[in-house]
């Protein structure tokens, strides 16, 4: 284990649904991440945080919505998504936001009907 | 346009062999490259990280070479074994970015 668990592993949703993904990390990190994976495709990096405040947007969909309580914890809202959604979404951290190693979550798998 | 450019099939090699994967990129001057590896359903791992004045980093039966002229970057495990079969990524930080552009993996099989 990394030290970062994912919650749910799996995920069936509809359309119109909305559903949270839920992150927490045990390793006193400072940044946190969400990256999607899609099949045949490399990570996309999605969100960053750093000490909480968000950092980076890579022109993701406001179907999707993040949200950083604090620094061991992080969320990734999801309301009417697309099939094309359909993924495995991972989290990571990593000590500060820089060019440390990264750690990652076992991520959860989404899919959208 | 910028690309990192992993060995899309898969590599099969026999158990004992040395397994070399391969990422090249094009259009970065990356600070640092760093290689994971990544099992089935699970997220990524991480392995070696080497710096851009660094020519070769090993740990175990694992070594990495960064050539920053070539734009690439090999990964060796020496010694394969069937446990070593999985999915390694290549990811790269741009020089000026604290963040990471991943390639989209090699699958290694290595037979018993």
């Known amino acids: 284990e990394t030290g970062v668990t994912q919650t749910p592993r799996h995920l069936v949703m509809g359309m119109t649904n909305k559903k949270s993904l839920k992150c927490e990390q045990h390793?006193?990190?400072?940044?946190m991440y969400w990256y999607k994976q899609s099949a045949k495709k490399p990570l996309e990096l999605m969100f960053v945080?750093?000490?909480?405040?968000?950092?980076e947007n890579n022109s993701v969909p406001s179907r999707f919505s993040p949200e950083c309580p604090n620094s061991s914890h992080l969320f990734l809202h999801l309301h009417t998504l697309q099939p094309e959604d359909s993924a495995l979404y991972l989290c990571?951290?990593?000590?500060?936001?820089?060019?440390?190693?990264?750690?990652f979550g076992p991520g959860t798998r989404l899919l959208v009907l | 346009s910028q690309k990192i450019e992993q060995n899309s099939e898969a590599l099969n090699i026999q158990e004992g062999k040395t397994a070399t994967l391969t990422c090249n990129y094009t259009n970065y001057s990356p600070a640092y490259l760093q290689w994971y590896r990544q099992d089935p359903g699970r997220g990524p791992v991480f392995l070696l990280l080497i710096r851009e004045n660094e020519k070769e980093k090993r740990k175990e039966r694992l070594k990495v070479t960064f050539d920053t002229t070539l734009k690439q970057s090999l990964f060796h495990i020496t010694a394969s074994q069937p446990a070593d079969s999985a999915t390694y990524l290549c990811?790269?930080?741009?020089?000026?970015?604290?963040?990471?552009?991943f390639g989209t993996g090699t699958r290694l099989k290595v037979l018993a």
């Open positions: 945080y750093s000490l909480e405040e968000r950092v």
């Open positions: 990571a951290s990593s000590p500060v936001r820089g060019r440390e190693t990264q750690y």
């Open positions: 990811a790269l930080s741009p020089g000026g970015t604290y963040k990471y552009i």
């Open positions: 390793l006193g990190h400072n940044a």
